[in-house]
């Protein structure tokens, strides 16, 4: 019985994703099918297909060793139904430790694959001076922006950040343009309002009572002044005035070295939330995740060399540690380098936040 439960489980050759799996191995110029002696006809594709075929019906532990390594990771999971006793009794423990070996190693190399064009995609962004120009990363993140980079600029300075909506060179103005990106600021800032208001909600709570104390003051003075001369009155509202003017004005005060500090700060933070994945909103990463043209053949070639480095490495257990060390450096990619220092600024980002606190109340 157990026999014909499993063959009527075993899957058909007519399968759309089976014969899925055998077109993509076939159309892989990377895979030996068959070893052959020099001058002897290449195979075409129907003969790979079916070795590809013969080998599958006659072990699937087999055919996970020889074509495992070619195939993706929902390919590779239409094997699991052979892990299992009843689909195939004989060998579906070999498959399972195969399977979940691949699976591992697949998940491990992908993941490395979509840190390195991630990073790619990252310095030719930059170069390009679009996604993260300034004016770009302060739609993106608003209340950042202002809380770093913002309320530390000059009248003149935020003019000429804004420049580009009326100066632009060689280029026609037109109203519907600038329309388009007046509504993309004024999105821009609604959304560091709603950000700062969610921030400051308790503080919010006690302004309230603050204001509830001035306005029965204001009422007060509103009676006095009533019974006042009208110029005595004049001076009382230019003198408040005068106040609320001189408090919206006030701007923090700090050196440039402090300021290029928290700019470092709101940049690289932008540049560290790209590659972790969380510019969803504003960035399609199946653009560059799915795309080979990132590839970097240096890259994979240290990589290549840093396996075997570390291969060489567990064998010699006499190597003194600081001259491991040592090596380890050496043999580091340029993206372990890059996210090494974004993680040296991040461990400073307490410092840079307890800077800008600091500042904010001194004033």
């Not at 002897?40 to 087999?62: P, R, Y």
């Not at 001189?246 to 932008?270: C, D, G, N």
């Amino acid at each position: 019985m157990e026999v014909d439960k499993g063959e009527d489980i075993e899957p058909h050759f007519d399968e759309p994703q089976l014969q899925g799996i055998f077109t993509s191995l076939v159309a892989n110029n990377d895979i030996v099918f068959k070893s052959q002696q020099r001058g002897e006809i290449e195979l075409n594709k129907d003969e790979k297909k079916q070795i590809a075929q013969d080998l599958f019906e006659k072990n699937k532990t087999s055919f996970l060793l020889k074509f495992g390594k070619y195939m993706t990771t929902k390919d590779l999971k239409y094997f699991e139904q052979f892990s299992n006793k009843d689909v195939d009794p004989v060998n579906y423990e070999e498959t399972s430790i195969v399977l979940k070996d691949l699976l591992f190693n697949d998940s491990k190399e992908r993941s490395k694959e979509v840190k390195n064009r991630r990073y790619a995609a990252l310095q030719r962004m930059i170069e390009e001076n679009a996604y993260f120009s300034e004016v770009e990363m302060m739609k993106r993140n608003p209340l950042l922006y202002d809380q770093l980079v913002g309320q530390y600029l000059s009248v003149d300075e935020i003019k000429e950040r804004d420049s580009y909506l009326t100066s632009l060179e060689n280029e026609n103005v037109t109203l519907v343009k600038i329309l388009l990106e007046g509504i993309d600021r004024n999105e821009a800032e609604s959304s560091r309002k709603e950000q700062q208001a969610q921030e400051n909600q308790n503080i919010d709570d006690s302004s309230d009572e603050e204001e509830g104390e001035a306005s029965l003051n204001s009422s007060d003075s509103d009676d006095e002044a009533s019974t006042s001369k009208w110029g005595e009155f004049e001076n009382e509202k230019a003198e408040i005035s005068k106040k609320v003017k001189k408090k919206r004005k006030r701007l923090p005060t700090i050196t440039a070295s402090e300021r290029s500090l928290l700019k470092e700060e709101f940049v690289t933070t932008m540049y560290q939330n790209f590659l972790n994945g969380k510019d969803e909103e504003f960035f399609d990463y199946n653009t560059i995740d799915t795309d080979t043209s990132f590839n970097n053949t240096i890259e994979m070639d240290h990589d290549e060399e840093d396996k075997y480095f570390e291969s060489e490495d567990t064998e010699n257990t006499e190597i003194v540690t600081d001259s491991k060390l040592e090596s380890d450096e050496g043999t580091e990619d340029e993206l372990d380098i890059y996210m090494k220092a974004i993680n040296r600024k991040t461990q400073h980002h307490k410092d840079v936040c307890s800077l800008a606190e600091n500042v904010n109340s001194t004033l």
